[in-house]
């Protein structure tokens, strides 16, 4: 159920400290992805990920230190890619998500980026029309190579 008011937050990049909270929030925030064998992420990943992007976290100001949503950042030439954007279940349709993304946004205008791109998996179809209030479109297809097996008999493409 989300909360009836956003709480009072901070937007920051994270920092290695703040691994073991954001495997927490992501595999939390994916947990709906049983289509995978296993979790969403884990430490390595994204410590892979720091060391290749940036990974914005939504932090509460009260109780202070609670992150309560991340994205991926990354700049592709004059593009950005943003990805693995989760939101705490307990503040999902807050609109938090929807702060975190126009602020990784205006990240991406002040480096001179002239789009953005994302991947949404085809078994999450509740994502698309989510994103296209966003101001985002499809633009096509590509093939998916999955960071951990997928279950069996499933097929997914981005």
Do not use: W
């Not at 009836?4 to 937050?9: R, V």
């Not at 390595?44 to 991340?70: C, D, H, Y």
């Amino acid at each position: 159920m989300p909360q009836d008011h956003p709480p009072s937050f901070t937007i920051r990049p994270a920092t290695p400290a703040d691994i073991p909270a954001l495997v927490a929030l992501i595999n939390s925030a994916f947990a709906i992805e049983t289509f995978f064998d296993g979790t969403r992420t884990n430490p390595g990943q994204l410590a892979a990920m720091l060391e290749k992007g940036t990974i914005l976290v939504l932090e509460s100001n009260a109780p202070p230190g609670q992150l309560l949503a991340s994205v991926y950042t990354e700049l592709r030439g004059n593009h950005g890619y943003l990805g693995q954007l989760a939101v705490a279940s307990a503040y999902q349709g807050s609109g938090l998500a929807r702060r975190l993304v126009m602020a990784a946004e205006e990240s991406f205008r002040i480096q001179g980026c002239d789009a953005i791109d994302i991947t949404v998996l085809s078994l999450r179809p509740e994502l698309p029309p989510i994103y296209r209030r966003y101001g985002y479109f499809e633009s096509g297809t590509e093939p998916f190579h999955p960071h951990a097996p997928l279950a069996s008999g499933q097929e997914c493409h981005c």
